[in-house]
């Protein structure tokens, strides 16, 4: 058990940019698939974007453009690049890191704030 390490987050007002980070000491991360979720106010978590271990990835339409999600397996360390940020990407963020084998081995950072308002 690894309890996923997230930085990155703050206020920025509409258009502008963050980036997030997760570090994971962990030694199954460049074995696994990474992911961001995000959980705005009052509303149920949403996958945001996901990485293979062969860097393939997929974005939710409502961020395609504006996000990248990126993994440096040198440094177990995932990011999550936002740009042309809109309030409504306003919530908690969630890194995941789950091993692509051994599927049970599925761990999440514990949160990082971001509000986009002016």
């Known amino acids: 058990q690894v309890q996923l390490v997230e930085s990155g987050g703050g206020l920025v007002q509409p258009g502008g940019s963050l980036r997030l980070s997760c570090a994971a000491s962990s030694s199954i991360f460049r074995f696994s698939a990474l992911a961001w979720y995000r959980q705005a106010p009052g509303k149920q978590r949403e996958l945001v974007a996901t990485i293979t271990t062969n860097n393939k990835t997929n974005y939710a339409d409502s961020v395609k453009g504006r996000f990248t999600i990126s993994r440096d397996n040198a440094k177990n360390t995932e990011y999550l690049q936002m740009n042309s940020l809109k309030p409504e990407d306003t919530g908690v963020y969630y890194c995941?890191?789950?091993?692509?084998?051994?599927?049970?081995?599925?761990?999440w950072g514990q949160g990082t704030q971001v509000t986009v308002s002016s």
């Open positions: 995941n890191c789950r091993h692509e084998l051994i599927t049970s081995w599925d761990y």
